[in-house]
């Protein structure tokens, strides 16, 4: 049954696939799964996924700052990319593949996530920076509440102790 299922997965693969893939393994039907989901999000058919292109993928997150990380994280050039290589920030079809379209890259933490949220990198978040590190699906008017908890001197504005992270001095 199982021999039958990846050959059916590989046959209707088949027309998506150009030279510029890896080879497909049979015996790993999750990589013509994802080489479809690459093929489908890549509209612009550059063979890169661009950070907006990755948006609406399986490896995107709720919390807009934690599929930053992702994205980042899998990207073929960039700050944080496995390779090293600065340069225009994207993701390859063999990174997409290796790290299961985002599901398999490492967890982010607490600090990552302040630090891609604060986008002035000043050190705090103000209410539109922290609405990043919350669930994208809860309407901007909700935020206030868990804002104002954290925001325990009322400058609107959470610094990284308020965020819970230890301040080194």
Do not use: H, W
């Amino acid at each position: 049954m199982k021999a039958i299922i990846v050959s059916l997965l590989v046959a209707l693969s088949a027309p998506l696939m150009a030279a510029d893939v890896p080879t497909l393994n049979p015996k790993k039907p999750r990589t013509v799964v994802f080489l479809n989901y690459f093929r489908l999000y890549d509209t612009n058919g550059d063979s890169f996924l661009s950070e907006a292109e990755f948006q609406g993928t399986l490896g995107s997150s709720s919390i807009p700052a934690i599929t930053k990380y992702r994205f980042l994280f899998m990207a073929d050039a960039g700050p944080i990319a496995p390779s090293g290589i600065e340069g225009p920030i994207g993701i390859g079809v063999e990174s997409y593949i290796r790290f299961a379209g985002g599901l398999r890259v490492p967890k982010v933490s607490k600090a990552t996530i302040f630090e891609l949220a604060d986008e002035d990198n000043d050190n705090f978040l103000d209410p539109s920076e922290y609405a990043l590190t919350r669930n994208s699906d809860i309407p901007a008017g909700a935020l206030g509440k868990p804002f104002n908890r954290l925001d325990r001197d009322d400058d609107n504005l959470i610094s990284r102790s308020e965020f819970g992270l230890n301040v080194k001095g």
